[in-house]
């Protein structure tokens, strides 16, 4: 089992900058890769990034790149998502969630993704 705890949401002015991260526990964090979801009310559960077991590859929502940056501390057992220049409609709950299985890609299909935290809300103002 893997436990995941998000933290570091919040309300924001559009331009800001705002970092979150993920705590993961109960397995061995290097095991699986990590994504960072979102989903607003009234829309869909949308992929924003991905980042493999290592580290070495990353893969992000056109919607962020070049805003978003997604790492990971395996010493740490922790997964950031650091997000700049935050506009309005980036406003929604954000959870990181664990994918086990070995894949030759980063998925951004939700259903890919054996565990999940609880999310934690951000809200950017304009």
């Known amino acids: 089992q893997v436990q995941l705890v998000e933290s570091g949401g919040g309300l924001v002015q559009a331009g800001d900058s705002l970092r979150l991260s993920c705590t993961a526990s109960?397995?061995?964090?290097?095991?699986?890769?990590m994504g960072w979801f979102r989903q607003a009310p009234g829309k869909e559960r949308e992929f924003v990034a991905g980042i493999n077991r290592n580290g070495g590859f990353t893969y992000y929502a056109d919607a962020v790149k070049g805003r978003f940056t997604i790492s990971r501390d395996n010493a740490k057992n922790t997964v950031g998502l650091q997000m700049n220049n935050l506009k309005p409609e980036d406003t929604a709950v954000y959870s990181c969630?664990?994918?086990?299985?070995?894949?030759?890609?980063?998925?951004?299909?939700?259903?890919?993704?054996?565990?999940w935290g609880q999310g934690t809300q951000v809200t950017v103002s304009s």
């Open positions: 109960g397995r061995t964090f290097s095991s699986y890769a």
């Open positions: 969630a664990a994918d086990l299985a070995v894949y030759l890609a980063i998925r951004t299909t939700a259903s890919a993704y054996e565990y």
